[in-house]
């Protein structure tokens, strides 16, 4: 079952502040890595099961899920839920190493 994929405001708002952040730092790659992360996003379409559970999930009490992008020292944490019966993942929120 292919599950929809939406990104929440506050995401996108993440999403842009490290954009701007790594722009700064590596103008040449910024974009190449904003791409990068948005497929990582929408490739929860496909088996968003496989990403484990975030420890953050007792906190706020509801089943949040975590997937990792990136590398070594600049690893992002997408955190998003799945509504398995409305068929879609909800990205809630993207975290800067």
Known sequence: MAFRVEI???A???LDAAYLFIKKE???H???WLLGIIDAILSLE???NRCPRASESAE???????????KRHR???I???IHPLAGFAYSTSVMAP
């Open 8 to 10: 929440a405001p506050q």
């Open 12 to 14: 996108l708002k993440d």
């Open 26 to 28: 590596n103008p040449s």
């Open 30 to 32: 910024a974009a190449t």
């Open 46 to 48: 496909k088996l968003p």
């Open 60 to 70: 706020v009490g509801q089943d949040i899920r975590i997937l990792l992008h990136g």
């Open 75 to 77: 690893v992002y944490k």
């Open 79 to 81: 955190f998003f839920s």
